[in-house]
């Protein structure tokens, strides 16, 4: 059973770091690409960033520059860290694993909720 456990979330202030872990489970995680999207209220669900099983990452405008994608192959997890987070970063971010040839493994999991605000 293909599982995904979010963390790391929380309250941070205009500016401020962040870094997400995601642990994943029931997949053959090394040959998978992962990325991380979020979801803010009223909002589609768009990818932020994405790292493919051989590291390549890319990351969408909104972030780049701000945002760093990572992967640990011997710990089943991918990471995001957060640099200067702005208060449209408030929303539940969700990890994600395809397959190569693109399809979703799993389920969304659960996520973590991170909230910009002074």
């Known amino acids: 059973q293909v599982q995904f456990v979010e963390s790391g979330g929380g309250l941070v202030q205009p500016g401020g770091s962040l870094r997400l872990s995601c642990a994943a489970s029931?997949?053959?995680?090394?040959?998978?690409?992962m990325g991380w999207y979020r979801q803010a209220p009223g909002q589609q669900r768009e990818l932020v960033a994405a790292?493919?099983?051989?590291?390549?990452?890319t990351y969408a405008d909104s972030v780049k520059g701000r945002f760093t994608i990572s992967r640990d192959n011997a710990k089943n997890a991918v990471y995001l860290q957060m640099n200067s987070l702005k208060p449209e970063d408030t929303a539940v971010y969700y990890c994600?694993?395809?397959?190569?040839?693109?399809?979703?493994?799993?389920?969304w999991g659960q996520g973590t909720q991170v909230t910009v605000s002074s």
């Open positions: 994600d694993a395809r397959s190569t040839n693109g399809l979703k493994l799993g389920y």
């Open positions: 029931g997949i053959i995680f090394s040959i998978a690409n």
């Open positions: 790292i493919t099983s051989g590291g390549k990452s």
